[in-house]
Nanobody, 124 residues
């Protein structure tokens, strides 16, 4: 069983940056695909980015060029660097992990384990 804990959310002005972290425990971190999803009020949870153990990445078109996903397997931690933030990026951001699902894992049901989320609010 993998436990995931997100941190780093907060309030930022449009154009600003934030870095989210996802600390994992309880499993072999290096064997999991790590992903970030987000859910805005009244909307469905949507895929943001994913990274394989070896570093291959995949992004949603809406964040490509602005967000960067990374991982440190030695620290059991995944990251999401978010630059040039827009008000429409406002959402609860969730970290997720999966071991045997498809690549890229663009649907929420592709992921097996979830954190509780961290709120990102971008003001205009």
């Amino acid at each position: 069983q993998v436990q995931l804990v997100e941190s780093g959310g907060g309030l930022v002005q449009a154009g600003g940056s934030l870095r989210l972290s996802c600390a994992a425990s309880g499993g072999t971190f290096g064997s999991y695909v790590m992903g970030w999803f987000r859910q805005a009020p009244g909307k469905e949870r949507e895929f943001v980015a994913a990274i394989r153990s070896g570093g291959m990445t995949y992004y949603a078109d809406s964040v490509k060029g602005r967000f960067t996903i990374s991982r440190d397997n030695a620290k059991n931690t995944a990251y999401l660097q978010m630059n040039s933030l827009k008000p429409e990026d406002t959402a609860v951001y969730y970290c997720a992990a999966d071991r045997y699902g498809p690549w890229p894992p663009t649907e929420y049901y592709d992921m097996d384990y979830w954190g509780k989320g961290t709120l990102v609010t971008v003001s205009s």
